[in-house]
């Protein structure tokens, strides 16, 4: 097609006009004609002008092939600058050569892991897109690694200005007639360096001459060292390995800086071609070549004889291990958390798309310093592959292997250990249940939508009577009582805190009437992080639907619902007053130039007030230690507990939400295709959890708000007890806040000091009770028109309103009153 193009345009010219006017000249000089018409001279007369003639033409067709020789020559010659030019433009374009010391080129991203006992971050795992690729720096490579590379690949090296001629000539040579074996090149390790970095394999003659531009640029602007460097931290290796560092930790388990003469002759045994030269499959091919190296080594003066003799002489200890390298094939569910967690801040951070973002996290050359914690991560894992704890049949599929998921944090919204799921996990970034599920969260979402945005603003207190009675709400216009609870019936005025132990249902749907749906909407979707909520959308039927409602801001039954991380990070503000972290996988994420490319705020949003918080973890406590407590069976030591249990309508999902001083976490139960259960506790498993994980850990107690107080309150009122109230009972209360009985007059009375190191208060129990899932009593309904089937316990023939003495641990006592509030 080249040569055919031109010749084609040539000839086509030369016949159709030049010839034409220069036969017309000819004729003109001779002057045997008078400006004839030239069509009958040269045609029709042609046997009249006989010899004469032929001379004539002779000439003239001499004089065509010279005029088609010069002009291919000037057409060819513009049509190669032409091209040249194009390459050249393409080539000053290319932003890759701007700049050989901020490379842009595909690294491997490192998760680090702090190990608790030296307080250092260890390697935990790579992750790389097509290329592994880590930098090390020239000086960190051992001149016989340099010294072999350059015998055996560009011996010429520190000589040529980027191209061996002598070589090239010879490599242009083979593309036309096929003088040498296929991989012969010709190319420099500048040359080389040009190909790692565009991917441009040269083969054709065009591509070679882009090759070479290049090259001579790299020469005039950069040192041999560095483009020595840069060769060697990108040449690939086999194996989908780039570079040196990574081949010296796969293959010999090593840093760079650590290789051996024949190691180092070993690797450059491969660059000619890496996997017939790979040591770890076919180490006979790598010996023969690699004493090659030696031997030209030896040759060129870079070693010794003794040397070469000892290096000839030395076994290969090849390694050659994905675990040396750090590589999983399956990715644990905080990896896959890690990988979005990231990826979805560099597109915040930087506007990045979501495409774009993803290839800078796998080939970024990042190194990310994570929040994992080994054991705890180790306990959750080892806690769900204990079968007992799983043993939950489904109903309308026998076989269906329930489902389950948990988030632990701490109380910085660093996330220390998740599971997504049961059962082997196969792929990567497989469904997270903890993370990409929403579920309807049940009765956990009372504390955090009702209580605590009501303690807040002061519409309650600790104590604070409320009716449990239903309200009256209209469906389908008719009226109906709603919503149902746990229990039969409804006990009338109820403290806040016997509300919150028992999980009565007309309680907090009575108190988000009171605060408003939208305020405790905006108290979740504001301050709490919740993200899952549903402000409006049109459904199916193209009704509008949303979550700011009674029963969802009441009762849990949500739109879609909560994820087992958003409720852990919401119920963290009960165990740290009040201050809300966004969860994070990591701490910080920066480039290999140790340049901070992302990092986790260490500013909390203040989501409550310190006391706010503070009262609501003496309220969560007592659902833990409570008489009647639904979340009993969460105690594992005298560790103390706060939390709260969740079930939906039907049993459809399980929950437990609550924190020790030390973590925070949440665990639900439930099947993938939402159906009814029997048998089967979150809270057992939260338990089992939290047991192994603080082991070693040392009892404490939760931060105190120095604007928190312990009072007796009146039971009659539910008001601060006065020196005439005839009934108390304790509680904890804002110090700004101390609404007195004003039912019986008299003086407020002091703050109640608690005892430390006294016996633990009666009905703290540290033994679970047997039977777990009638202890989580609460049943709510998902939607206004849902009936509640109650799956109640025992408990609920207890007629009395009685207070359930709270305890804040066992370091603290006082004595439980159990008193008939009338
Ligand atoms: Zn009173």
């Known amino acids: 097609m080249r040569n055919e193009r031109p010749r084609w345009q040539v000839g086509k010219f030369t016949r159709s006009r030049r010839s034409d006017s220069y036969s017309l000249n000819k004729f003109a000089k001779n002057g045997s004609t008078d400006n004839g018409v030239p069509i009958s001279i040269y045609s029709k007369n042609g046997a009249k002008t006989g010899k004469r003639k032929r001379k004539n033409t002779v000439l003239a067709n001499i004089g065509r092939v010279l005029l088609s020789v010069m002009l291919i020559g000037i057409i060819t010659a513009c049509l190669v600058v032409g091209a040249f030019a194009v ?38 795992q790579r992750l790389h897109g097509q290329d592994n690729r880590i930098w090390v720096d020239f000086d960190q490579m051992p001149q016989h690694l340099k010294d072999a590379f350059v015998a ?36 420099t390790i500048t040359q080389q360096l040009v190909k790692n970095l565009t991917g441009d394999n040269a083969q054709r003659p065009m591509r070679k001459i882009r090759e070479i531009m290049r090259a001579r640029y790299l020469e005039e602007n950069y040192s041999k060292d560095i483009i020595l460097e840069c060769y060697l931290n990108t040449i690939a290796l086999a194996n989908g390995i780039c570079g ?67 290096a000839v002489a030395t076994e290969l200890n090849v390694v050659a291990s994905r675990e040396v390298i750090k590589e999983v094939e399956v990715n644990s569910y905080f990896v896959d958390t890690l990988i979005n967690d990231v990826i979805n801040a560099l597109i915040e951070e930087y506007n990045y798309d979501k495409t774009y973002a993803s290839k800078n996290f796998y080939n970024g050359g990042y190194k990310i310093y994570s929040t994992l914690d080994l054991n705890v991560q180790k306990a959750l894992d080892e806690v769900y592959k204990n079968d007992s704890l799983f043993n939950v049949k489904s109903k309308k599929k026998p076989g269906t292997p329930v489902q389950s998921c948990m988030t632990i944090m701490d109380y910085e919204g660093h996330i220390v250990a998740i599971i997504g799921g049961r059962g082997e996990k196969t792929v990567n970034r497989s469904l997270n249940r903890a993370t990409d599920s929403p579920r309807q969260p049940g009765s ?15 519409l309650i207190t600790y104590s604070s009577l409320i009716e449990d009675a239903p309200i ?40 988000v009437q009171n605060l408003t749906p939208r305020k405790s909407f905006d108290f979740l979707t504001g301050k709490l992080g919740i993200t899952t909520l549903v402000e409006s959308m049109k459904n199916e039927n193209g009704e509008t639907i949303t979550d700011i409602n009674l029963a969802a801001m009441g009762l849990g039954g949500c739109v879609y619902g909560l994820t087992s991380r958003e409720l852990t990070a919401a119920y963290a503000t009960f165990g740290n007053l009040g201050k809300y972290y966004r969860p994070t996988t990591f701490i910080k994420v920066v480039d290999q130039h140790d340049n901070v490319i992302l990092e986790q705020s260490t500013n909390p ?44 309508n039907d049993t459809f999902d399980l929950w437990f939400v609550g924190g020790t001083p030390y973590y925070v976490g949440a665990c639900w139960l439930g099947f993938d295709e939402p159906e009814e259960m029997s048998g089967g506790s979150a809270t057992r498993i939260w338990r089992e959890v939290m047991k192994k994980v603080h082991e ?33 009972s304790y509680g904890w209360y804002k110090t700004t806040y101390l609404p007195a009985c004003t039912k019986h007059k008299g003086k407020l009375l002091d703050e109640v000091k608690i005892q430390e190191n006294s016996s633990k208060p009666k009905n703290d129990t540290t033994s679970a009770p047997e039977d777990q899932t009638s202890n989580e009593t609460s049943s709510e309904p998902t939607t206004t028109s849902s009936n509640v089937s109650s799956n109640s316990d025992a408990t609920t023939s207890e007629n009395s309103s009685s207070s359930a003495g709270s305890s804040s641990s066992n370091t603290q006592s006082y004595q439980s009153e159990l008193e008939n509030s009338e």
């Open 444 to 458: 956990t979402m009372k504390p955090i939508a009702a209580y605590a945005p009501a303690l807040e603003y002061n």
């Open 605 to 648: 949003v203040v989501a409550m007030s310190e006391d706010t918080a503070c009262v609501m973890n003496h309220l969560l406590q007592t659902v833990i230690n409570g008489q009647y407590g639904t979340g009993r069976a969460a105690k594992f030591s005298s560790m103390p507990i706060y939390g709260k249990t969740g079930t939906t």
């Open 696 to 728: 070693e850990l040392e009892v404490k107690d939760f931060p105190q708000s120095e604007f928190v107080t312990y009072r007796k309150y009146c039971t009659s009122t539910g008001l601060l007890a006065t020196t005439s109230c005839p009934s108390t």
């Open 244 to 310: 040196v560092e990574v081949a010296s930790n796969f293959y010999f388990d090593k840093h760079t800086n650590e290789l051996t003469l024949v190691e180092c002759a070993a690797l450059a045994a491969m660059a000619k071609e890496p996997e017939r030269y790979r040591p770890d499959k076919n180490p006979e091919n790598n010996k023969q070549r690699r004493n090659l190296v030696l031997s030209l080594m030896l040759e060129q003066g870079k070693i010794s004889q003794a040397e070469y003799d000892e």
């Open 87 to 124: 390459y050249v433009f393409g080539f000053v374009d290319d932003k890759i050569y701007e700049d050989l010391n901020q490379l842009k080129l595909d690294f491997t991203t490192t998760v680090y892991v702090l190990n608790k006992e030296t307080n250092q971050y260890e390697e935990y």
């Open 152 to 187: 055996v690949e560009d011996k010429r090296f520190y000589e040529h200005t980027g191209v061996d001629w002598k070589r090239t000539l010879g490599a242009f040579a083979n593309m036309f007639i096929d003088l040498y074996s296929s991989n012969q090149g010709g190319s």
């Open 472 to 511: 009256t709400i209209k469906e389908n216009g008719v009226s109906k009582k709603w919503p149902k609870n746990a229990y039969s019936g409804y006990r009338g005025l109820t403290p806040v805190q016997n509300a919150i132990e028992r999980s009565v249902n007309t309680i907090p749907v009575r108190i």
